[in-house]
């Protein structure tokens, strides 16, 4: 079998005392550690490069990742699923925790981070932006946190002993219950051996545990109830994270550097762009192959250039001069 390429990962930057500050991000990163694939770190300053808007996004040559599915299927190609080893029922079981990870543990964390007003402006705005441009520091984490609003607004609050609580903390609640059950004193979910569900579940209860946050509800609840997520989470981190990942050799370039690769190795920034564009717009079904766009841009490119060569032509002779009219 071949070798898998070596990956290029992009995603979020460093923050809130995680190699990244989004959950899906880390997740990802946690899954290609776990599997010790061989790849490459690259922390944009905007998401602009991914054919959705949205981080992470993988590329392998010039094929574009940016789903938890995808990113299985490459690695089942390679035989670097982690879930090999289990059988339907439990693939079946894994699959209903990271959806239950990936939508009600996930809906608390948004609260917690964007809707605590405390935790908004003293942690998280000012870690989100690190990782941003300075145009895109100035509205996206506002952005985010409107768009978690409008993700959270279906829930209500409940009185409980006398208290006000968010219904997604009570949520919340039940499901880390539920993973701390199903963890028990085993090292990993399903053994001795980390499956998909433990870098997923890695991802988004890390980022609960380590930051520092004026208001920790979720830290508290998971700290103080179910210590065995506690080492869980530990465990990982020392051992898939105690070095620094490998920073992509073209990550963050300077402009002169960009600029120069640009004008003597034009043709895989363009294939590129073509190839996220395509995804992003063009039905599967009406999207080119590679040698066809290829072939597409070399034809648009003698139309440019005999344009570009025509302009110059008529003004290096003067043809439309004023004065010569």
């Not at 948004?110 to 003293?122: G, V």
Request: proline share 7%; charged share 20%.
């Amino acid at each position: 079998m071949a070798e898998l390429e070596p990956m290029e990962v992009f995603a979020w930057g460093p923050g809130l005392d995680q190699v990244s500050f989004d959950p899906k991000c880390l997740a990802i990163l946690c899954l290609l550690q776990m599997n010790r694939a061989e790849f490459t770190l690259n922390e944009p300053r905007t998401a602009s490069i991914s054919p959705t808007g949205e981080l992470p996004v993988i590329r392998v040559g010039f094929e574009i990742l940016t789903s938890l599915s995808e990113i299985q299927g490459l690695l089942q190609q390679y035989d670097l699923d982690l879930d090999h080893p289990l059988t339907p029922k439990q693939v079946a079981d894994s699959r209903a925790f990271i959806a239950m990870i990936e939508s009600i543990f996930y809906d608390a964390l948004l609260y917690s981070w964007w809707m605590e007003e405390q935790n908004f402006t003293k942690n998280i705005h000012p870690a989100v932006s690190k990782s941003l441009n300075v145009v895109s520091a100035r509205f996206t984490p506002s952005l985010m946190q409107q768009q978690a609003r409008e993700r959270l607004q279906k829930y209500r609050l409940v009185e409980q002993d006398g208290k006000w609580i968010p219904e997604c903390y009570l949520l919340a609640k039940e499901a880390i219950k539920s993973l701390s059950l199903k963890l028990g004193d085993k090292d990993f979910f399903w053994g001795d051996k980390p499956t998909t569900l433990d870098a997923i579940a890695y991802g988004y209860l890390s980022l609960a545990l380590y930051p520092s946050l004026s208001e920790p509800t979720l830290f508290s609840m998971i700290t103080f109830g179910y210590p065995n997520l506690v080492r869980f989470c530990d465990k990982i981190k020392s051992t898939y994270f105690a070095q620094p990942l490998v920073p992509s050799p073209t990550a963050r370039p300077s402009f002169s550097h960009l600029l120069q690769d640009l004008t003597t190795n034009p043709l895989p920034y363009l294939e590129f762009v073509l190839n996220g564009f395509q995804t992003k717009l063009v039905p599967k079904s009406q999207q080119l192959t590679k040698e066809q766009r290829v072939e597409r841009f070399y034809k648009w490119l003698s139309v440019i250039g005999g344009v570009g060569f025509f302009c110059s032509y008529v003004i290096g002779n003067r043809i439309l001069m004023q004065d010569e009219l």
